[in-house]
């Protein structure tokens, strides 16, 4: 069983900063990719950023330039810089992410629980 644990959320201002990290435990073999996602109350959930084994980052448009999303694959753990927010950034934010786990590298998807990130003076 793998078990996603998000830290980081909470209230800043304006312009101001956070970062979100998703730790994974649990029988990890390997990770295939991993990502952010977000979701205000009565609106659709949207990729914020995502990375994957082999590629780069992606990023949703609205987000590029102030979000970084980055892993450390040795401890299973994915992260999300978010500079200069603004107060249409607030939402739950949910880790993601897609795993090779067991003693066979069975691959499965995997969510965190969510964390509150507001945006607001």
């Known amino acids: ?26 029988s990890i073999v ?27 980052p992606n990023y949703l448009d609205s987000v590029k330039g102030r979000f970084t999303i980055s892993r450390d694959g040795a401890k299973n753990t994915v992260y999300l810089q978010m ?8 939402a739950v ?3 993601n992410a897609e ?4 003693p066979f590298g069975v691959r499965s998807v995997h969510w965190g629980q969510g964390t509150q990130v507001t945006v607001s003076s």
């Open 1 to 26: 069983q793998v078990q996603l644990v998000e830290f980081g959320g909470g209230l800043v201002q304006p312009g101001g900063s956070l970062r979100l990290s998703c730790a994974a435990s649990g």
């Open 30 to 56: 390997s990770a295939y990719s991993m990502g952010w996602y977000r979701q205000a109350p009565g609106k659709q959930r949207e990729l914020v950023a995502s990375i994957t084994s082999g590629g780069g």
């Open 83 to 90: 500079n200069s927010l603004k107060p249409e950034d607030t």
């Open 93 to 95: 934010y949910y880790c």
């Open 99 to 102: 795993y090779a786990t067991g």
